[in-house]
């Protein structure tokens, strides 16, 4: 009975505790606490000026950090990709992340990259697009910008240029533009995509003269003339220098994905495989630029058990591996090959997890092994 009594009265009183406003507040409080003393926030520092170890200067990553937010995982995703021995990386700055209003810029993320980046001794390629919502109309797609706002792209430019200049010298204008999904779902145009290429040009050299300004990679596609979903990329490259781009470009970007073929399977213009690089850069050597060099920034291959343009993890490894041998000993005309990709900062959960060399949790994959061993060692490696 006495007990009975007791919990009664201990039930009345948690009542009225818990009708007052300042319990409700403290109650709501207390997950932000627990999280709070349980989640610390690491302090991560620079640290010391590093090198990348590598028999290949030639090898190169697809970093993927744009959407990373803790910097503590962006830093390592940079030192595992110096402990791997790529020393380039190409990664992606979406001009609508920084420039949200016209003229006014947040540096904070891609500052945190560049500077990790640069303290590991790695170079950075920067590939920029993605509309912000002020320069395109409503109801179209980031990849959709409208020709009168050409001139707010190109000031990106040169706002993007001047802030990193001396930390990034190369730059990617757009992402495959032969693509509809990538020009905003409308047909693919390389005289339009020319005309904001030169725009871009201009003033990223009046923003440092240095600047090394590359034509944007483009997907290596057999579409059909008149295709709504893309423009073959032979095709679009010679229709560009017919609309007057040489000479508004340093460099040509190229997209190199092997699919289920070796890096030795012979170039053909009715083939997508990792050699159809060298047929880009006869493009430019009958336009007259055989001397200008290009950078393979988009390639590789898939390992995926249930994607049909995948291959076992085996042969992954050993095409990757001949392709950035390829490129240092075959193709004096190739600066560099970024596989895609590195890293995600979460799964996926489809097959583009199969291209990765780490995963979100950072464990390496055999990939990631086996490469570091190449780039100590040599192709000999693991023999």
Known sequence: MHCSRFFRDVRLCLRRVARHPLFLRALLALPLLWLAGRVPQPVVRIGPPQTVQTVNPKMGVHTRLTDEVEEWKIKRTLEMV????????????????????????????????????LAQG???????????????????????????HFADYADFIYAFVKHFSGRIRYVIIWNEPNLSFEWGYRQPDPEAYTRLLQAAYRRAKEADPDAVVLAA??????????????MDDLEFLQRMYDAGARGFFDGVAVHAYGWTLPPDDPADPDVI???????????????????????????????????????????RIEYTIRAYEKALQEWPWCAMVAMW????????????????FVTPAFTPKPIYSTVQDYARKGPQAGE
């Open 273 to 315: 495989n990792f050699a159809r690089a060298e047929l880009i850069h006869e493009v430019m050597a009958r336009n007259g630029d055989g001397e200008l060099p290009c950078f393979i920034t988009e390639a590789g291959w898939n390992d995926h058990p249930r994607w049909a343009k995948a291959v076992p993890p085996g042969l």
């Open 217 to 230: 990679g483009l997907a290596p596609t057999l579409a059909p003339p008149g295709s709504e979903w893309g």
């Open 82 to 117: 110096r402990e791997m021995g790529a020393p380039w990386i190409v990664e992606y700055f979406p001009w609508g992340y920084y420039e949200r209003e016209k003229g006014h810029y947040d540096w904070t993320h891609p500052d945190l990259v560049v500077n990790h980046a």
């Open 341 to 356: 990709a590195f890293r995600y900062p979460r799964p996926a959960r489809n097959f583009q997890d199969g291209f990765t």
């Open 122 to 148: 790695l170079t950075v390629l920067a590939r920029i697009d993605f509309v912000p919502e002020w320069a395109r109309p409503e109801q179209t797609t980031p990849r959709y910008l409208p020709e009168e």
